[in-house]
């Protein structure tokens, strides 16, 4: 394949000065460039986590404002997602194509973080909701500014798939750990105690630690990526205008069934999961009754299990990609489901810190199952980029990886709408503070509802997901055949 045809079809041209790609990366490198996803592990399991009880619980927004806010900002971010890829692939500068959009979004992405968690304590209504909606679409543009071409970096630095593989390995387990930081940072420092969840002043204190974490991570990162410029690839415009080449390779991505059915379970398993995480601290406060010490044990355990998940996806490598999903799936809509239903017929009496252990038994296993499924499910992405080459002979993993964030962002918001008009739904009170704060009384069938819906509601949602996920069909034996056909017609283009 010669020059030409590469533009023609919106390729990668290698650049001269990356001829380095072939030789080791060093373990320091790639170290250095793990650290990167402390931004994006620390914002999000912040905003997981603790913004919607934040905004309700703490400053009075109702649930359904609340969840209009975050979700408008996330669901705008998804839509410029594949911008911003796109935009990312095709970019030339001295520095390369990555590391100045990287560069340009820290300050704003710590900065961000700790607003959303630092609203006036005199704005309410309509000029709260405001503010939050402007902050945090600011803060989600901040995050994907840096993360989507920090992700890309991490692909086109080396061509070694140990090598790609240990990058993965370093920013799973990175992002994992400063997940597991910022919520002890939270639940163990910052908000322990009594009543802790509902001291204002310290959600911007926490959000400060938190924005620090971040930003030492991202530093770290591109020096790094600056230490390995000379592996990157240039960016290159696509013959026939951005603008064609970019909704061409949209039409394309939809052309491909494998990425349709990725994309549709995508989007059910990150609502199922948004409704879940957004709506953990109503229930473990309301629900199970739990102190904030319990509470942080049960969330705490969530990311243990993230962390031990890795290790068990590679035990089940020899089972297809989309059974591997399969058992991870299951496993996760039954740990969100069982406890409650469990608890509503009586079957679990237990309180405190037994009922606690009990729990994050649970949380355990749910994270250890969500951890296989994102492992497995990213290699089935990766596979359906070879089976798009094969089918319209070019690669398009800018776009795909795009794709990805969108579904899992543009979900993730829908999710957190749905958790604040749920609150609205069963009658969460609006100011809890002057219902009586953590000690509020709740009727028994806002408590019910509030376990249902965080609980089996939202396994029901997951569950639909599994059954779109049997529409992807690239499986073993289809990606060997279709590697080897690739192989073939490369060589054919070099004679």
């Given at each position: 394949m010669n020059l030409e045809t590469d533009l023609q079809q919106g390729a990668t041209v290698i650049s001269p000065t990356a001829t380095g790609r072939s030789s080791r990366l060093s373990v320091g490198l790639q170290f250095g460039y793990g650290l990167g996803q402390l931004l994006d592990g620390a914002s999000s399991n912040a905003i997981n986590i603790f913004l919607l009880f934040y905004l309700t619980a703490v400053c009075g927004l109702s649930g359904s404002a609340a969840g209009i806010a975050i979700s408008a900002g996330l669901v705008?971010?998804?839509?410029v997602d594949p911008v911003i890829g796109f935009i990312s692939d095709s970019w030339r500068s001295r520095w390369g194509r990555r590391l100045p959009f990287m560069i340009a979004a820290v300050i704003p992405a710590s900065i961000s973080l700790v607003l959303i968690f630092s609203?006036?304590?005199?704005?309410?209504?309509?000029?709260?909701?405001?503010?939050?909606m402007i902050v945090s679409l600011l803060l989600r543009l901040s995050i994907s500014l840096f993360n989507l071409p920090y992700l890309a970096l991490g692909a086109e630095v080396t061509d070694n798939h140990k090598e790609r593989m240990a990058i993965a390995a370093w920013r799973w387990g990175l992002g994992m750990a400063a997940g597991l930081v910022a919520v002890a940072l939270?639940?163990?420092?910052?908000?322990?105690?009594?009543?802790g969840l509902m001291h204002r002043d310290a959600y911007a204190t926490f959000a400060m630690a938190c924005a620090a974490l971040m930003a030492i991570g991202a530093i770290s990162s591109i020096v790094a990526g600056y230490k390995m410029r000379g592996r990157m690839h240039e960016g290159v415009n696509a013959a026939g205008g951005n603008r064609a080449n970019f909704i061409a390779g949209i039409i394309e991505l939809f052309k491909n069934a494998s990425f349709r059915a990725l994309f549709a379970s995508a989007i059910l398993f990150f609502v199922s999961l948004g409704v879940s995480l957004s709506l953990g601290l109503h229930a473990n406060t309301f629900f199970w009754h739990l102190e904030t010490n319990e509470t942080q044990l049960v969330t705490l355990s969530l990311f243990?299990?993230?962390?031990?998940?890795?290790p068990l996806a590679g035990l089940l490598r020899r089972f297809e990609k989309r059974t591997t999903?399969?058992?991870?799936?299951?496993?996760?809509?039954?740990?969100?489901?069982?406890?409650?239903?469990?608890?509503?017929?009586?079957?679990?009496?237990?309180?405190?810190?037994?009922?606690?252990?009990?729990?994050a038994s649970f949380s355990l296993f749910n994270g250890a199952m969500l951890s296989i499924v994102a492992v497995a499910f990213g290699a089935m992405m990766a596979d359906a980029v070879d089976e798009h080459e094969f089918l319209f002979h070019t690669r398009r993993e800018g776009l795909y990886f795009a794709g990805w964030t969108f579904a899992a962002k543009m979900s993730a918001g829908i999710g957190t709408l749905l958790a604040g008009l749920i609150l609205q739904f069963i009658g969460f009170p609006n100011d809890l503070a002057a219902a009586g704060g953590l000690h509020a009384s709740l009727s028994p069938r806002t408590v019910e509802l509030l376990g249902l819906f965080a609980g089996p509601?939202?396994?029901?949602?997951?569950?639909?997901?599994?059954?779109?996920?049997?529409?992807?069909?690239?499986?073993?034996?289809?990606?060997?055949?279709?590697?080897?056909?690739l192989s073939e017609r490369r060589i054919g283009s070099l004679a």
């Open positions: 705008i971010d998804a839509i609203l006036p304590k005199n704005a309410s209504g309509t000029a709260l909701f405001i503010l939050v939270g639940f163990g420092v910052f908000l322990k105690g009594p009543g243990v299990g993230l962390l031990i998940g890795a999903v399969f058992i991870g799936w299951i496993g996760m809509m039954l740990a969100m489901a069982i406890p409650v239903v469990l608890r509503l017929l009586g079957l679990v009496p237990l309180s405190h810190m037994p009922l606690a252990l009990l729990l509601g939202a396994a029901a949602i997951g569950l639909t997901g599994i059954f779109v996920i049997f529409g992807y069909r690239v499986n073993r034996r289809r990606h060997a055949e279709i590697i080897a056909a």
